[in-house]
């Protein structure tokens, strides 16, 4: 079995004085994907670089002390491609993207849906979500949406459309914390993290 691991470091040494290595060693992942490196590379000491006997690479943030993203393989990958190729996201690791939180929502029901819906007993709500279409060259583009984990209607999305890994949880912020000032967002907020992952482009790459 294939196996992956994704975790968010929040500072890779401090995760490493925490036996973050040793539970990679023991979970024993063909690839490791760290978000919140907070480090430079020439910052991270070569043997913790080289801890889990992984290919490793990073991809740092400019300011010191902020996001950066790593990646373990077993594997030597035949292609490394670093960033997303704009220097507006590059230069922080990863991008942000600010808006509402969304609420549930109902679809129209007043037609021939509605019909459908009271016959099949069932309510019209979708649970809280945002949209995404995503695109990158070489890549499959994916069309997708995450899901607010403290809606009601989770369990019962009128179209079906709920799955396990698109769930998050929203956390929130009521004081000027570090967040707020990252981001430059006045509390109250909330925020939420995750990755999307897009497959390789089905047509080979020359
Ligand atoms: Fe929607």
């Given at each position: 079995?294939?196996?992956?691991?994704t975790l968010?470091a929040?500072?890779?040494r401090?995760?490493?004085?925490?036996?973050?290595?040793?539970?990679?060693?023991r979970v024993?992942p063909?690839?490791?994907?760290?978000?919140e490196?907070k480090?430079?590379?020439?910052d991270?000491?070569?043997?913790?670089r080289?801890?889990?006997?992984?290919?490793?690479?990073?991809?740092c943030?400019?300011?010191?002390?902020?996001?950066?993203?790593?990646?373990?393989s077993k594997?030597?990958p035949?292609?490394?491609?670093?960033?997303?190729?704009?220097?507006e996201?590059d230069?922080?690791?990863?991008?942000v993207?600010?808006?509402?939180r969304p609420?549930h929502?109902?679809?129209?029901?007043d037609?021939?849906?509605?019909r459908m819906?009271?016959?099949a007993?069932?309510?019209p709500w979708?649970p809280?979500?945002?949209h995404?279409v995503?695109?990158a060259d070489?890549?499959e583009?994916?069309?997708?949406?995450?899901?607010d984990?403290?809606?009601?209607y989770?369990?019962?999305?009128t179209v079906?459309?709920v799955k396990?890994?698109?769930?998050?949880r929203?956390?929130?912020?009521?004081?000027?914390?570090?967040?707020?000032?990252?981001?430059?967002?006045?509390?109250?907020?909330?925020?939420?993290?995750?990755d999307?992952?897009?497959a390789?482009?089905r047509?080979?790459?020359?």
């Open positions: 079995m294939f196996r992956i691991v968010n929040n500072g890779i401090s995760a490493a004085t925490k036996g973050m290595f040793r539970w990679i060693k024993d063909d690839i490791v994907c760290l978000q490196v480090a430079h590379e020439v991270i000491p070569a043997p913790l080289a801890r889990t006997g992984l290919h490793s690479f990073f991809h943030a400019q300011k010191k002390g902020y996001s950066g993203a790593a990646l373990y594997k030597r035949r292609r490394v491609e670093l960033g997303f190729g704009n220097a996201f230069a922080e690791g990863r991008y993207l600010r808006t509402v609420v929502y109902a679809i129209p029901d037609g021939p849906v509605g819906l009271r016959a007993n069932r309510h979708r809280a979500h945002i995404f995503i695109s070489g890549c583009p994916v069309t997708t949406h995450i899901f984990d403290s809606d009601p989770l369990a019962s999305d079906f459309a396990e890994s698109l769930i998050c929203f956390i929130r912020h009521d004081t000027r914390d570090a967040a707020a000032a990252r981001f430059g967002i006045e509390p109250p907020f909330d925020t939420v993290e995750f999307f992952v897009l390789p482009s047509e080979r790459v020359p």
